[in-house]
């Protein structure tokens, strides 16, 4: 079976949560995607998140409305995603998502900073068994802003995979300071594409 591209899904992350200030107590919102048809036309969908990083109650909610396809039948989805956090090396927290689903009946349980959704649920990409093809699209695309934060996010998913110790004695071990880089890297290039956003340059 051929995987599906984690480019082509919805997704939810912790970057962007942190860059518009979800972290800080309490905050609900809308999150909106825009996809453009084949006659020039958009399509739009959102789903309402609310997000609590107050003591002891540390969550991500979704919730949404959802037709079927095929019957044209409204579904109601409300439910929360787990939030952890690690410690930063000069202070503060970073936050994580922890992927509350089970695949072939294995509790999953991952910590992510990326959920997506290619089913019914936002998920971790292992769950959903998601591949990537952001890193083939031409540099010179007005887009590249963009895809180069999925790009980021896509390497640091992989890498917070194999920090088990970010800290030894008080200091950041190699993949952490790696891991540390490519955050400001993503922060960067997403500052970037927002203000192209602003500018409708893409």
Same mark, same amino acid.
């Given at each position: 079976?051929?995987?599906?591209?984690?480019?082509?899904?919805?997704?939810?992350?912790?970057?962007?949560?942190?860059?518009?200030?979800?972290?800080?107590?309490?905050?609900?919102?809308?999150?909106?995607?825009?996809?453009?048809?084949?006659?020039?036309?958009?399509? @739009?969908?959102?789903?309402?998140?609310? *997000?609590? #990083? =107050? /003591?002891?109650?540390?969550?991500?909610?979704?919730?949404?409305?959802?037709?079927?396809?095929?019957?044209?039948?409204?579904?109601?989805?409300?439910?929360?995603?787990?939030?952890?956090?690690?410690?930063?090396?000069?202070?503060?927290?970073?936050?994580?998502?922890?992927?509350?689903?089970?695949?072939?009946?294995?509790?999953?349980?991952?910590?992510?900073?990326?959920?997506?959704?290619?089913?019914?649920?936002?998920?971790?990409?292992?769950?959903?068994?998601?591949?990537?093809?952001?890193?083939?699209?031409?540099?010179?695309? @007005?887009?590249?802003?963009?895809?180069? *934060?999925? #790009? =980021? /996010?896509?390497?640091?998913?992989?890498?917070?995979?194999?920090?088990?110790?970010?800290?030894?004695?008080?200091?950041?071990?190699?993949?952490?300071?790696?891991?540390?880089?490519?955050?400001?890297?993503?922060?960067?290039?997403?500052?970037?594409?927002?203000?192209?956003?602003?500018?409708?340059?893409?």
């Amino acid at each position: 079976m051929s995987k599906n591209e984690a480019d082509n899904t919805k997704r939810i992350s912790t970057t962007f949560l942190r860059q518009n200030g979800y972290f800080q107590g309490w905050k609900s919102g809308i999150i909106t995607w825009t996809k453009g048809g084949m006659l020039g036309d958009e399509y @739009k969908s959102s789903v309402g998140v609310e *997000v609590s #990083t =107050l /003591e002891g109650d540390n969550y991500l909610r979704i919730h949404y409305t959802q037709t079927d396809q095929d019957t044209d039948e409204k579904k109601d989805f409300d439910y929360k995603i787990p939030l952890t956090t690690t410690s930063c090396r000069y202070g503060g927290k970073r936050y994580w998502f922890i992927c509350p689903w089970y695949k072939n009946n294995v509790y999953c349980g991952k910590r992510v900073g990326t959920l997506y959704k290619d089913g019914d649920y936002f998920a971790c990409r292992h769950c959903y068994n998601l591949t990537y093809s952001s890193q083939k699209t031409n540099r010179r695309h @007005k887009m590249f802003s963009l895809f180069n *934060v999925l #790009t =980021l /996010e896509q390497k640091i998913e992989k890498l917070q995979e194999q920090v088990k110790h970010p800290y030894y004695k008080n200091k950041s071990t190699r993949k952490q300071k790696q891991l540390e880089k490519l955050y400001k890297q993503a922060g960067k290039s997403y500052e970037h594409y927002t203000q192209l956003e602003q500018k409708n340059m893409v």
